[in-house]
């Protein structure tokens, strides 16, 4: 702790200031309020406490009024300074203006300072700036070094916190006149006026000094771990110097005597708490208000934390157990012979009574009084419950209330603190107040208006943690409710973005919340998992109005997942296929969604879905499953609600999409051409159409098709697959088209090839003897019969048409090229018979006999000339057409 030389002489304009700081309080007591103004100077050791019961007031301020310095001396400054040390007791609402500084009615904010807890606000020359806290916020009860420094020169304005540089920005150098009045506690909305107690400041200042001068980041670091000081050292403000300066004390505004610790920002503090737990309850407690078993670490702590004990020490003697009191998060491992605190670092400091022998598996407690603060080893068996304390190093342990309807976050926010001899309570940042007076009843204080909130009866316990059921106490005082109704208020440790507070206060991460898996100790982390908020007054039977002005657009995605049957004799096609329906509706809101959607279903009636019809399906022969429907999360959660009882994640029916899915297998009728069969290609349709409402509220949009299944199908090869929307009868329709081309290399094998080979049969029987005519007559005979069999089964297997098909050509012409050739046979065999009797006949015939054999050879001769030409050509020209 630094050191000042109090006899320094007064800060430039401070002698001159004392007539006027006594005519002001003269003037006070000459309007009858005597001991509301007073004059004090500042020191060392002493610093001002504004407000420090939270009375939320305008009267409590020290001010001061500054007077331009003698020549040689500007009356103005640009360049300047101002540093000083503060705790923060309650924060305001807006903001907390810890001084503030007015030339004139008009130049008010000629030099202001405010703090919320996450930034710090600076008025130079009526212009704010602010500065960012980054890595952590003002804490309540906690002591803080702040500077800002103007450079005319950089034309800068630099903030400072705790010695380090928070943020550094432009500032256009600005005159500031010395004849106006600096008020601690308030801000100004005039001179030495116009206070608003909404924007007042409760807590603590000391060491505030104000400079002519830029301040190095050296000396604002060296101020700030409080390594020099002394106006000797340049270190006292020349303008306004803490030591040396008279102020005007108004109001409730107290002096309060400092020790070296504001200097220091790793104090311990310990919470003692009077349960009784084991020691392994005992972490988990002090952890779920993140923080750590106590243990003194030095002689001064243990002093501390002995003296916080002894007033409960018959309520923290274990039945069980006489010779200690209370735990120590210490723990001994035999292997190392060493005590080691909750962190496992090893203690540097031990208070035991005796040197005595290490044992296995030992903890550490006090011993009981009078033994004065010595320390005893324990057995940590789960049977021997002790009190305990819990240990923050730095800041005060700060808690958080869920479900108070407060618009400012920075009320929901409570300290653990705790008097000598009393039960630790609960002090809220801003005007909020919890405790207890029998460990039974916790009541919930407003400060600013003097009344009772809410109460609530838990027996023994150290707080009232955890979601629990208030009772509220005054009339709309508690989220508009009226006195004797219940509210659920949420009261735990808990990190505001990233945790989820359980029914008993512990802490999970948010994620863990609603995802199968129990992690709560009560298993309230899946409880409440209903992924769907419904506004009272929505109407599931109407579809949702569009995102932007017209019909809702609904988007599909049509997967086939195979196509059962393709059914040439009823021209149906039986397809497996699954919808994907993706559509928004804004008047839902979501909670916990997750980004694995198969975790985010809801019930298909409980909210508006569409309906499609399937309109060329075949429905008694349809079947569907059930329709599986979930949210995508597409969005980050809205910001918290702290008004919610429970820390869920909300999102936005507008920015995260419903999906419903459904399969189906479905026999769609399909008109076939089958003029090229077995060679054709098909082209079937699937209609699905919105029937929930007409185009005019409902189209379709995004449309995306694919298939799955097997391209290779038994009959078919299956080709491109599009879809299209259209417009139907009003409705908006998706027409999914399949195309199909015909494998043939079956019926090639079995149609085609076997009647070639009864046609090269059949015409083989013109090489058969001429007199042979059973053998001719037989052979093409048999081959017709064949051929008529085959056709007829054939014919089985397709469809009936009032067109010819292709196979049918081409059997009509086998069955006629053979069936001429029996004809000829016939007509050849006519004459046989008669050549047969005339060769018995005189000699005198058998040149006639002669010649009619000849004739009959070369008709047979000529035939197969010819019908191989026929059969040439009919080819030829058959299959030209047929695969043009």
Request: proline letters at 5%.
């Amino acid at each position: 702790m630094r050191t000042r030389n109090e006899t320094q002489a007064p800060g430039l304009g401070s002698v001159r200031n004392m007539s006027v700081s006594v005519v002001v309080c003269v003037s006070f007591i000459l309007v009858g309020a005597p001991g509301l103004c007073r004059a004090w100077i500042g020191s060392d050791n002493t610093g001002l406490a504004f407000q420090a019961e939270n009375q939320l007031t305008q009267d409590s301020h020290a001010s001061l009024q500054l007077s331009p310095p003698p020549a040689p001396t500007q009356p103005n400054i640009t360049d300047l300074s101002v540093c000083l040390w503060l705790k923060v007791l309650h924060f305001r609402e807006t903001s907390s203006y810890v001084f503030s500084y007015a030339t004139t009615d008009k130049d008010n904010n000629e030099l202001n300072l405010g703090i919320k807890s996450e930034l710090i606000l600076m008025a130079i020359g009526g212009k704010y700036l602010y500065g960012t806290m980054v890595s952590e916020k003002f804490v309540p009860d906690s002591w803080y070094h702040i500077c800002f420094v103007v450079n005319s020169t950089k034309e800068t304005g630099t903030f400072f916190v705790n010695g380090e540089m928070l943020n550094e920005l432009q500032l256009t150098a600005r005159n500031i006149l010395l004849n106006g009045t600096l008020v601690l506690g308030q801000e100004s909305d005039k001179v030495g006026g116009g206070y608003v107690a909404e924007q007042s400041f409760s807590g603590i200042v000391t060491d505030f000094n104000l400079y002519s001068r830029s301040l190095s980041e050296e000396e604002v670091w060296e101020m700030a771990k409080c390594e020099v000081g002394g106006q000797e050292a340049g270190l006292e403000g020349d303008l306004v110097s803490w030591t040396s300066t008279d102020w005007i004390l108004t109001g409730p505004v107290t002096q309060h005597d400092l020790t070296p610790q504001y200097c220091s920002q790793d104090r311990h503090r310990f919470v003692v708490f009077t349960q009784q737990r084991n020691r392994e309850d005992n972490e988990e407690f002090c952890q779920s208000l993140k923080s750590n078993l106590g243990v003194p670490h030095n002689d001064e702590e243990n002093t501390q934390l002995y003296e916080a004990v002894v007033p409960f020490k018959d309520q923290c003697q274990p039945h069980n157990h006489a010779s200690a009191i209370f735990l120590l998060g210490a723990v001994n491992k035999p292997t190392e012979g060493k005590w080691f605190d909750y962190e496992g670092k090893m203690l540097n400091y031990t208070n035991f009574d005796t040197d005595q022998p290490l044992k296995s598996t030992r903890c550490v407690g006090f011993l009981t009084p009078p033994a004065q603060g010595k320390w005893t080893d324990i057995s940590c068996k789960q049977s021997i419950k002790f009190c305990a304390a819990c240990h923050q190093r730095g800041h005060p342990i700060v808690l958080r209330m869920r479900g108070l309807c407060e618009q400012d976050v920075i009320s929901s926010y409570f300290r653990i603190e705790q008097q000598h001899g009393k039960v630790a309570s609960l002090r809220g940042f801003t005007k909020y107040y919890i405790s207890s007076d029998d460990n039974a009843t916790w009541t919930l204080f407003n400060m600013w208006t003097d009344e009772v909130i809410a109460n609530t009866l838990v027996h023994h316990v150290d707080l009232p943690l955890g979601r629990r059921q208030w009772r509220v106490a005054n009339n709309f005082a508690l989220c508009g409710q009226s006195e004797g109704e219940m509210h659920t208020l949420s009261l735990s440790a808990c990190h505001e973005e990233t945790e989820f507070a359980c029914g008993d206060g512990t802490c999970i991460q948010l994620p863990q919340r609603c995802n199968m898996r129990v992690d709560c100790p009560d298993n309230t982390d899946e409880t409440g998992c209903d992924k769907l908020i419904l506004p009272e007054e929505y109407l599931k039977d109407l579809p949702p109005p569009a995102l932007t002005p017209g019909p809702l657009a609904l988007s599909l995605v049509t997967s086939l997942q195979g196509i059962s049957e393709v059914d040439i004799v009823n021209m149906k096609l039986t397809v497996d296929f699954q919808t994907i329906i993706t559509w928004f509706d804004q008047r839902l809101t979501f909670q916990n969604l997750k980004q694995f959607s198969d975790l985010n279903y809801l019930r298909t009636d409980s909210v508006w879905t569409p309906m499609v019809d399937f309109v060329n399906a075949d429905f008694p022969e349809t079947y569907t499953t059930n329709a599986i429907l979930k949210v995508l999360r597409e969005s980050n959660p809205e910001p918290d609600d702290i008004t919610r009882p429970q820390h869920d994640e909300v999102f936005q029916g507008s920015k995260n999409p419903l999906q419903r899915r459904q399969k189906v297998s479905a026999p769609f009728s399909c008109k076939m051409d089958l003029r090229n069969f077995p060679f054709d290609s098909q082209q079937c349709h699937l209609h699905l159409r919105l029937s929930s409402a007409n185009q005019e509220f409902l189209v379709w949009q995004n449309l995306s098709v694919e298939y799955l299944g097997e391209v290779l199908l038994t009959e078919y090869q299956v080709g491109v697959v599009t879809g299209e929307v259209r417009q139907a009868e009003g409705y908006s329709q998706v027409t999914v088209t399949i195309n199909f081309q015909r494998r043939y290399s079956y019926y090639f094998t079995s149609a085609y090839l076997p009647i070639v080979m009864l046609m090269f049969i059949s015409y083989a029987s013109l090489y058969c003897p001429r007199d042979n005519m059973d053998l001719r007559v037989m052979m093409a005979l048999t081959t017709l019969l064949v051929l008529f069999a085959l056709y007829q089964q054939i014919s089985d297997t397709l469809p009936r048409t009032s067109y010819v098909k292709a196979i049918d050509i081409w059997c009509f012409f086998a069955i006629t090229f053979i069936f001429s050739q029996v004809v000829l046979h016939v007509a050849i065999d006519v004459r046989l018979p008669c050549l047969r009797r005339l060769r018995s006949a005189p000699s005198s015939s058998k040149v006639k006999i002669l010649d009619t054999k000849r004739r009959s050879g070369s008709v047979l001769v000529a035939a197969r000339v010819l019908y191989a030409l026929v059969l040439l050509v009919f080819c030829v020209t058959y299959w030209g057409i047929l695969l043009s």
